[in-house]
């Protein structure tokens, strides 16, 4: 295969914790990854550690949540490589623990956004170019509180379920086209930002609170996201993987 016939995978959020995992991952399963993310330097270097020049791999500065941007982003990725084989949607985060009489109304609408919207906007985005190859994976990101739900948590909860419901329609609509659409949904993951919200004592606690002991390591979400992404997948779809060491068992 010529690296012009190479598959594409494009991540949003690729420059994060769970997203350079994912990007390294998908990149090792010979797909040319491209980033999409705010971050622009931080995608940068993902691309750099990996070894990846110009024409192997890819990082559009973008905010998620704006349409215009997202457009624009698939538009360059189709000039460009003119395929895309694997979305997967990644950005968001919690932002914000504030119980609810707290929540200003930008900053639910903030959370409701960056999880939610951008992942309606990208997935709207690509659906044209998968369309037309009749074939394509989708992979957006949920949490096990989508599930559990979570005190002081309560926009991220609402924007994660409703990321796995927007999924199971999104997946009966392009079932017909070839185009499969499922959920990972990781526990608590040894990111930076969310180690970050917590000290030494605290992280060791919430570690030992998830029944195999531990937390995720990225690299193990991304092994989740290569397998909804792969042909192992094929006659999957509007289902969530949960990736988490037994914390949730829904
Ligand atoms: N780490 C965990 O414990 C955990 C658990 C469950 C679910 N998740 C989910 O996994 C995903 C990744 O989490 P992470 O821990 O790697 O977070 P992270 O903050 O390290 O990565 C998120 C990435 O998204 C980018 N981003 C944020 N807003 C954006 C926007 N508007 N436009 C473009 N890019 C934007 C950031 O720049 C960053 O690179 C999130 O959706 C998160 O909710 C994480």
């Not at 949540?65 to 624009?72: A, H």
Request: hydrophobic share 45%; net charge neutral; proline share 3%.
């Amino acid at each position: 295969m010529s690296s012009a016939d190479k598959k594409v995978a494009v991540v949003s959020g690729g420059a994060g914790g769970i997203g350079a995992a994912v990007v390294s991952r998908l990149a090792q399963a010979d797909f040319i990854p491209i980033i999409l993310d705010k971050d622009e330097a931080a995608g940068r270097e993902v691309l750099a550690e990996l070894g990846r020049q110009e024409g192997r791999g890819l990082c559009i500065a973008l905010d998620a949540t704006k349409k215009s941007d997202v457009q624009r982003a698939f538009d360059r990725v189709l000039a460009d490589y003119r395929r895309v084989d694997v979305l997967v949607n990644l950005a968001g985060g919690a932002l914000y623990a504030k119980l609810i009489q707290d929540f200003a109304l930008r900053e639910w609408r903030e959370i409701i956004d960056v999880n939610l919207k951008s992942t309606f906007l990208c997935c709207q985005a690509v659906f044209p170019i998968m369309k037309a190859q009749r074939q394509g994976a989708i992979i957006n990101t949920a949490s096990n509180y989508a599930v559990t739900g979570s005190a002081s948590r309560t926009a991220y909860s609402a924007a994660k379920a409703g990321i796995i419901a927007f999924t199971k329609s999104l997946a009966a609509e392009l079932a017909p086209y070839g185009v499969r659409a499922n959920v990972i949904a990781p526990g608590r993951t040894a990111t930076p930002r969310v180690m970050g919200n917590y000290d030494a004592a605290g992280w060791a606690a919430a570690s030992s609170q998830i029944p195999m002991g531990r937390t995720a390591e990225p690299a193990e979400i991304a092994e989740g996201v290569a397998f909804l992404a792969g042909d192992e997948s094929l006659y999957m779809t509007g289902q969530t993987l949960h990736v988490n060491g037994g914390m949730v068992m829904p």
